[in-house]
């Protein structure tokens, strides 16, 4: 029997982290799961608490810790995880340096498999500056807001370069929408007869099972180079079509291709066309 493929995933404990874990063991990766924090008692895959701001730190978490083995592949979940949690020095002073170090420590090892946590937030949310078409997609610069959103960008760029000096190397940065669990569901309904207040994304979320599958989906991806791509499931958080939100909301904003029913304004074609994604759950059918 082949072994298993080992993954080291960072941020293992977090919102999405949890979901990542449970999916990846669940289709045969050997977890090696990383966090500040344990994650919740009967978690799969082995568990180690980690600083990921220090490089050695990183680079023994991936080449193996005693007796483990070296990782194959890394999911880097692991940042402060929005714009407001923390000061913005703070903020940026754990992303960006976290995330270089994973960088550094996968050339250093040796691995040339890397999924990365990026963030919607790179396409101008909270829009107060209206997108410059819809869907929008990652065909257009990014348009950092806050701080915690130029971080994303700067980690996106940093990737680019790394895999550029490795043509050996693929990343993909799943810019993920915002991240819901089913017990979250519940909140949906007080947000239908405003169409202002979730307009900040574009009416978008991600449900963390299809989440998972989509960092899965990017692992076992046959490409090299850097790759961004917008990860929101398939429908908005409203019960309205989405080309009337857009008419009321973003009137002068063009559409690129029609759009159709309660379809995703954070466009997820290129996800679909190149890691095969397809999203699996909606909140209309855990309400």
Do not use: C
């Not at 979901?19 to 924090?37: K, N, Q």
């Not at 023994?60 to 402060?80: C, K, M, N, Q």
């Not at 002068?252 to 074609?269: A, W």
């Amino acid at each position: 029997m082949a072994t298993a493929q080992r993954v080291v995933v960072t941020g293992a404990s977090g919102k999405l982290g949890r979901f990542v874990v449970e999916h990846l063991a669940d289709a045969g990766y050997a977890v090696a799961a990383t966090d500040r924090v344990a994650p919740p008692p009967g978690s799969p895959g082995d568990f180690t608490v980690a600083d990921l701001t220090d490089l050695g730190q990183v680079v023994e978490l991936l080449s193996g810790v005693d007796e483990r083995r070296p990782a194959d592949a890394v999911v880097h979940l692991s940042a402060i995880p929005a714009p407001g949690l923390a000061t913005n020095a703070a903020t940026f002073g754990n992303n960006v340096p976290s995330t270089y170090n994973v960088l550094r420590a996968a050339q250093v090892v040796g691995i040339r498999n890397i999924v990365t946590a990026s963030s919607e937030t790179v396409l101008g949310l909270p829009f107060d500056v209206p997108p410059p078409y819809l869907p929008v997609d990652e065909e257009y610069d990014v348009l950092p807001q806050s701080t915690y959103s130029l971080g994303k960008s700067l980690e996106e760029e940093m990737a680019r370069h790394f895999a550029r000096w490795d043509p050996e190397l693929k990343v993909a940065a799943l810019r993920f929408s915002n991240v819901m669990t089913p017990q979250d569901y519940a909140r949906f309904p007080s947000w239908q007869d405003d169409a202002q207040a979730r307009r900040w994304n574009l009416w978008g979320y991600i449900d963390g099972r299809d989440g998972a599958q989509a960092v899965r989906r990017a692992l076992e991806a046959e490409f090299t180079g850097f790759e961004a791509f917008v990860i929101a499931n398939a429908d908005t958080v409203m019960e309205r079509d989405s080309a009337d939100l857009a008419a009321e909301v973003f009137p002068d904003v063009p559409h690129r291709r029609p759009i159709e029913g309660r379809e995703t304004l954070l466009g997820i074609d290129k996800a679909r066309r190149v890691l095969g994604y397809a999203p699996e759950h909606s909140w209309r059918s855990e309400l």
